[in-house]
């Protein structure tokens, strides 16, 4: 079965930081690039990140660069979201979901053929 799994959320303070874990399964990894997509109360679904597999192969939405980084190991078939400098807007569940390398850089949620069940993060003090 393909499997996505996001964990790592929690409650954090405004101004920390906090890693999230992709696990995935069930599918050739190395052929996927993965994104960080996240929906906070009462908004709609966004794309953040997109990690392809090369470390120049990444995208970041201008709501999160410079504070997020997105790693993976292929190896491991994990990917990482590393959140630093947290604001209360960050506040959202988070997904991690998985899209063909052929479809290129892309955030269009469509085009995105599995999802993980989310894990939340809670940025206040």
């Known amino acids: 079965d393909v499997q996505l799994q996001a964990s790592g959320g929690g409650l954090v303070q405004p101004g920390g930081s906090l890693r999230l874990s992709c696990a995935a399964s069930?599918?050739?990894?190395?052929?996927?690039?993965i994104a960080w997509f996240r929906q906070a109360p009462g908004k709609e679904r966004e794309g953040i990140s997109y990690?392809?597999?090369?470390?120049?192969?990444?995208y970041y939405a201008d709501s999160v660069k410079g504070r997020f980084t997105v790693s993976r190991d292929n190896a491991r078939s994990l990917v990482w979201l590393q959140m630093n400098r947290l604001k209360p807007d960050d506040t959202a569940i988070y997904y991690c979901?998985?899209?063909?390398?052929?479809?290129?850089?892309?955030?269009?949620?469509?085009?995105?053929?599995?999802w993980g069940q989310g894990t939340l993060v809670t940025v206040s003090s």
């Open positions: 069930g599918f050739t990894f190395d052929d996927y690039a």
């Open positions: 979901a998985a899209v063909p390398l052929v479809a290129g850089v892309t955030l269009d949620q469509n085009m995105y053929v599995f």
């Open positions: 990690r392809g597999n090369s470390a120049s192969n990444v």
